[in-house]
């Protein structure tokens, strides 16, 4: 089965590519990679929700944003080559905008890494970064990076 299909599968519909919100590009492949830019949970060009996690946001709502996130880097991978090109995904880089003494990025990031297993299997497995860091542009509360294997 194709990526595609297996996203079909699981009632996934990738969303449009998000414009930048600056000087880069939603994506870019150097040889077997392409590495997105970050990506932030927009719905529709809108941030469905802002702040700080632990504070204004709760660790399960920034999960769910993770998510959203890893998808809308899927869509600027898909973008530039075709999904169906993905043979591995290599690295996610995924940052939480934190309240002081939030600890807990590793869970919120997992949104992502899980939607990646559900999609790729084992071909999801991929190496991670979860990082917590003080404010992220728009005052969105996740961005998540991709880097993915293509044929």
Known sequence: MSWAG???ELGITLPPVAAPVAAYVPAVRTGSLVYTSGQLPFVGGELPATGKVGAEVSPEEAKRHARTCVLNALAAVDAAVGVDSIV???KLVG???SAE???GQPAVINGASELL????GDAGA???SAVGVAELPLGAPVEVELIVEVR
């Open 6 to 8: 297996r996203l079909s």
């Open 126 to 128: 991929h190496a991670r």
């Open 88 to 90: 591995r995904v290599v």
């Open 117 to 120: 297993g559900e999609i790729f």
């Open 95 to 97: 940052f939480v905008a």
């Open 101 to 103: 003494g939030f600890t």
